[in-house]
């Protein structure tokens, strides 16, 4: 059984630029968490999706930041004009629908973005 | 406003010896407690988790004790092994399929 993926695992932009995460989740789950680490930091929320739907973006930036988890394909955060402050790594997280242990977040190996 | 929080922010032991970090957390709410292992560059890694209806929780060398009207959980990892040492999140939940929120880690280093 296949872990999250997560691609690209680097990624370079230049300010002003766009940034489009991607990820897919472990088999069988539905459930879909964005995470960002800043050095020196623990990981914070960003957002929580299901199938088409966002459930959580309480963690979202209000501006340049969406996330997406469509019907067909991956998860995808996307950052518009991006800016040296967006450098970050970003992780995504998925969990089961439905499973004893419902709280427990499987993480992907992370998306570094570094922006110039 | 740190809501789980990891006071040490690095612990050294030796090999074959008892682990013990610890976690606080201030929120009430959070019923489901997670630790995680992270190596750099990688994503973290779930260890062992416990609910608030527990207080201890085993799995092999790994154990999780919670202490509710502490607010404290800790994990004991026994005996500790040189690829034990790593960085390891505290994380709460509170609320099935809801955010988790984590402390800032604390850097283990085993030596052999």
């Known amino acids: 059984n296949a872990g999250v993926m997560q691609n690209p695992r680097h990624l370079v932009r230049r300010r002003g630029q766009e940034a489009r995460l991607r990820c897919s989740p472990m088999k069988g789950h539905s459930h879909v968490y964005w995470y960002r680490q800043l050095p020196e930091e623990g990981l914070k929320f960003m957002v929580y999706l299901q199938k088409e739907n966002i459930i959580d973006e309480s963690g979202m930036p209000k501006e340049r930041f969406s996330a997406e988890f469509p019907k067909e394909g991956p998860s995808i955060l996307r950052i518009q004009q991006v800016v040296r402050g967006d450098s970050a790594a970003y992780f995504c997280a998925s969990s089961p629908r439905l499973a004893i242990d419902t709280d427990t977040q499987y993480f992907g190996p992370g998306t570094r973005l570094t922006v110039l | 406003d740190q809501q789980v929080k990891q006071n040490s922010p690095s612990l050294s032991v030796q090999e074959g010896r008892i682990s013990i970090l610890n976690c606080d957390y201030t929120n009430s709410m959070f019923d489901y407690f997670l630790w995680y292992k992270k190596y750099p560059a990688e994503g973290p890694t779930f260890l062992i988790s416990?609910?608030?209806?527990?207080d201890k929780n085993e799995d092999g060398r790994f154990t999780v004790f919670l202490n509710k009207s502490a607010k404290h959980l800790s994990l004991h990892i026994v005996p500790s092994q040189p690829g034990d040492s790593a960085v390891y999140f505290c994380a709460a939940s509170a609320g099935a399929n809801s955010k988790l929120t984590f402390g800032k880690g604390i850097t283990l280093s085993v030596r052999p």
């Open positions: 416990i609910s608030s209806i527990k």
